[in-house]
């Protein structure tokens, strides 16, 4: 699907608050790999989750 730049967004919390600055460092860098390696793709594909509850 040809979907114009690709975005990538992900955010995470730690169980220990002293190590959400380190989880954050970490996450970024990862999120800019990823980043770089989705810019070379025109045509990507598209995931979709959702999850619903019915009472």
Same mark, same amino acid.
């Given at each position: 699907?040809?979907?114009?730049?690709?975005?990538?967004?992900a955010k995470?919390?730690?169980?220990?608050?002293? @190590?959400? %600055?380190? *989880? /954050?460092?970490? @996450?970024? %860098?990862? *999120? /800019?790999?990823?980043?770089?390696?989705?810019?070379?793709?025109?045509?990507?594909?598209?995931?979709?989750?959702?999850?619903?509850?019915?009472?």
């Amino acid at each position: 699907m040809y979907h114009g730049t690709p975005k990538l967004d992900a955010k995470a919390t730690a169980v220990n608050p002293a @190590l959400q %600055a380190a *989880l /954050d460092r970490d @996450l970024d %860098a990862e *999120l /800019d790999d990823m980043r770089n390696d989705l810019r070379s793709f025109t045509f990507y594909p598209v995931v979709s989750l959702g999850l619903a509850f019915r009472f």
